[in-house]
């Protein structure tokens, strides 16, 4: 496996902010351990990018989809069974 690209201290500061942003939005739904893997996934789709102003912001939204569709996904399962 490769090894991450270091972020910049800005870069880590806003997956930092990010990160909270999530969990403040996903722990009830998702739970915590899931927003952490979410957002160490969607970093780490974006490992070796030439531009990487833009990482924060760009993981935050890829981990908030994957987020929203397990959210969706657990709230299908505890709905009662239609007879």
Avoid: C, W, Y
């Avoid at 899931?34 to 780490?44: C, D, H």
């Avoid at 833009?54 to 709230?75: Q, T, Y």
């Amino acid at each position: 496996m490769d090894n991450p690209t270091p972020h910049t201290a800005p870069q880590q500061a806003g997956l930092n902010v990010a990160a909270q942003r999530l969990h403040r939005r996903f722990d009830a739904l998702t739970g915590p351990s899931a927003v952490e893997a979410a957002l160490t996934e969607a970093r780490a789709h974006f490992d070796g990018s030439a531009v990487r102003t833009f990482i924060p912001i760009l993981a935050e939204r890829r981990a908030a989809g994957s987020l929203v569709r397990i959210g969706a996904h657990k709230s299908g399962e505890a709905r009662p069974a239609s007879a």
